[in-house]
């Protein structure tokens, strides 16, 4: 199994920047993939964004491009997640998931940290 632990949510102005880590233990696989998703009051959960374990390559929700960036320390087990220029509409539980590479389902979660944007 898979551990998941996210820390560093908070409630921030718009325009603020916040930085929001998930730290992974347990089982690990050779090649994965971490990633962000967030959920708004009454929506449904969304893709933020995703790094892979060996290239390093990275992708973006539109809504989120040039404003956030994710980042990995494999050292650490950690997968961070800097939000810049935080708008309301950042406003949600954002959790971090992880699958093998191969997979195409995220099928480990964490429990989530709630990020609050406001005016």
């Known amino acids: 199994q898979v551990q998941l632990v996210e820390s560093g949510g908070g409630l921030v102005q718009t325009g603020a920047s916040l930085r929001i880590s998930c730290a992974a233990s347990g089982r690990t696989f050779s090649s994965y993939i971490m990633g962000w998703f967030r959920q708004a009051p009454g929506k449904e959960r969304e893709f933020v964004a995703d790094?892979?374990?060996?290239?390093?390559?990275?992708n973006y929700a539109d809504s989120v491009k040039g404003r956030f960036t994710i980042s990995r320390d494999n050292a650490k087990n950690t997968v961070y997640l800097q939000m810049n220029s935080l708008k309301l509409e950042d406003t949600g539980v954002y959790y971090c998931?992880?699958?093998?590479?191969?997979?195409?389902?995220?099928?480990?979660w964490g429990q989530g940290t709630q990020v609050t944007v406001s005016s």
């Open positions: 998931a992880t699958k093998p590479s191969w997979v195409p389902s995220y099928g480990y």
């Open positions: 790094i892979r374990s060996s290239s390093g390559v990275t």
